[in-house]
């Protein structure tokens, strides 16, 4: 959208395109690069939380004092981790023609480095007019918890002294915090009707009233014969087939094995619509 703004004549076309071979670009490589070396200490960090029982997303207070923390916390170690790749020279690499330096100063002065200045610049009441549309900053989704829960919140971390939650003091603010929260409930009845509330909704995956699509039916994993990580599909594939535990042809497709079981069985039913995936191996119920 930015881009059509500053060039008209690109106007219903897609700009998604970044290259036509399979090199990765440059996004993609800094991502595999931060995966690899930022992100998994801070999921060992809230792995801890989990193995040690301090949080349990279901129980909403904790996943709302929880919340509250550390998305803050991991958005400061981001925009720290930015300014520090940013500002830091990268080992050289004689086999490439890029510039060699820290990519701030690469970025601001190319000249420098013997290289052009291809940058368009954007003006900030194009991004701002974007942010309006797209993101505006009082959306739902951006509230780290439910107002009334915040002012209790941001209270009670005042009162403990607001102490710098950090990769170290991580858990024991959290710690600290959820007991404080949790005493001080019968004092704030609002609060408590709010967590109640937020506990009665369902959860992902639970029945919410949705009526199921014609020839669907219900079946959950690991009962009726069909072992744990089975997987559904609401659509015809091609079925995993093991000449060991049946008679079908490899590879046939979900209307030719009910076409088969006709053949061998009028009375046998199937649903068309519902196909399942498993490696575990098959019951008796399934033979």
């Known amino acids: 959208m930015i881009r059509q703004h500053l060039d008209p004549t690109l106007a219903g076309t897609l700009q998604h395109k970044w290259m036509s071979k399979h090199n990765n670009i440059k996004p993609e490589i800094a991502w595999k690069q931060f995966r690899l070396r930022w992100a998994p200490g801070f ?3 809230f792995d801890l939380g989990l193995q040690n029982q301090w949080y349990d997303p279901i129980n909403i207070l904790q996943k709302f004092v929880f919340h509250w923390l550390a998305i803050p916390f991991i958005q400061r170690e981001l925009d720290a981790y ?3 790749h940013n500002t830091s020279a990268k080992r050289a690499n004689k086999r490439t023609i890029l510039p060699h330096g820290i990519p701030d100063i690469i970025f601001e002065y190319p000249e420098r480095f013997a290289a052009e200045d291809f940058k368009i610049p954007v003006q900030e009441d194009i991004l701002q007019a974007i942010e309006e549309r797209w993101a505006p900053p009082d959306h739902p989704v951006f509230r780290l918890v439910p107002p009334t829960f915040q002012v209790y919140i941001q209270s009670l971390y005042q009162e403990i002294g607001q102490p710098v939650v950090q990769f170290e003091t991580f858990w024991d603010v959290y710690l600290h915090l959820h007991a404080i929260a949790q005493q001080s409930l019968d004092l ?4 408590q009707s709010l967590l109640d509330d937020y506990g009665e909704l369902p959860e992902a ?3 919410q009233g949705i009526p199921l699509m ?6 959950d994993f690991g009962v009726n014969g069909i072992p744990p ?7 015809f594939e091609r079925l995993p087939v093991n000449s060991e535990h049946n008679d079908f042809e490899d ?3 979900a209307e030719q094995v009910i076409e088969q079981l006709d053949e061998v069985d009028p009375d046998a039913t199937a649903q068309p619509r ?5 490696d575990g191996e098959p019951s008796d119920n399934e033979l």
């Not at 704030?188 to 609060?191: A, L």
């Not at 990580?229 to 659509?235: D, H, L, T």
């Not at 519902?274 to 498993?278: A, D, E, Q, T």
């Open 229 to 235: 990580a089975a997987v559904f599909e609401e659509r």
């Open 251 to 253: 590879g046939l497709r």
């Open 214 to 219: 014609a020839h669907n039916h219900v079946a």
């Open 188 to 191: 704030h009845p609002d609060v």
């Open 43 to 45: 999921e060992g960090l």
């Open 205 to 207: 995956g639970e029945n």
């Open 274 to 278: 519902l196909v399942v995936y498993s």
């Open 82 to 84: 930015v300014v520090r």
